[in-house]
């Protein structure tokens, strides 16, 4: 039973284009989005945060936004670049609870020069 | 140390012998968890220590698996008679509190051969 769901494994897209992964939670006591990138050998590191009282948080070249509703968030990335190939982690927490990081599966980004 | 520091940072184990794997999260945080990834995977949780609250063990795949923290410093994960299944890497990671941000390392590659 996946509370956090990232249904395509891999993505690839060209440099300089837009990257979009997807992740899908199903407890709606999760309030805290967070997504992760992993390079191979290394630990995942983090890379940005939502709160559910905000619909969109962005960093850089990276954006984050959240579907409350249909329960469904978004890793924005433009303009995409090759040091971005990574796999890429969602992961969710219900902030009232004292309850670890949901992680989802992962979905490999490749940006292709 | 700056960041969450683990070690082994690679171990080759015979089938049926046990492993500890150590973990020294980063100073004053309070949160302490083990997540595991096997190939092709994503990320499992194994184990949640926070303050002097009783661990979630939820996540611990057998009783073979077990993990300690003293005080709110080092933890230890040991593995019991290994078996090959239990070949992942194991990351520790540390947060300031339940529900943060939490903070990986480099990861403990386990092979059991």
């Known amino acids: 039973d996946q509370q956090v769901k990232q249904n395509s494994p891999s993505l690839s897209v060209q440099e300089g284009r837009i990257s979009i992964l997807n992740c899908d939670y199903t407890n709606s006591m999760f309030d805290y989005f967070l997504w992760y990138k992993k390079y191979p050998a290394e630990g995942p590191t983090f890379l940005i945060s939502?709160?559910?009282?905000?619909d969109k948080n962005e960093d850089g070249r990276f954006t984050v936004f959240l579907n409350k509703s249909a329960k469904h968030l978004s890793l924005h990335i433009v303009p995409s670049q090759p040091g971005d190939s990574a796999v890429y982690f969602c992961a969710a927490s219900a902030l009232s609870g004292n309850t670890p990081l949901v992680f989802g599966k992962g979905t490999r980004l490749s940006v292709i020069a | 140390g700056a960041g969450v520091s683990q070690s082994p940072s690679n171990k080759v184990t015979e089938k049926g012998k046990d492993v500890e794997l150590r973990c020294d999260p980063i100073s004053g945080h309070t949160a302490l968890y083990w997540y595991r990834q096997r190939l092709g995977q994503g990320l499992e949780f194994l184990i949640y220590?926070?303050?002097?609250?009783?661990?979630?063990k939820s996540g611990l795949p057998s009783d073979r698996f077990s993990a300690e923290r003293t005080g709110e410093s080092v933890s230890t994960l040991t593995i019991q008679r290994t078996q090959q299944e239990d070949s992942a890497v194991y990351l520790c990671?540390?947060?300031?509190?339940?529900?943060?941000?939490?903070?990986f390392g480099e990861g403990s590659w386990l092979t059991v051969v």
């Open positions: 939502i709160s559910s009282i905000k």
């Open positions: 220590f926070q303050g002097n609250s009783a661990p979630d």
């Open positions: 990671a540390s947060s300031p509190g339940p529900g943060n941000t939490i903070y």
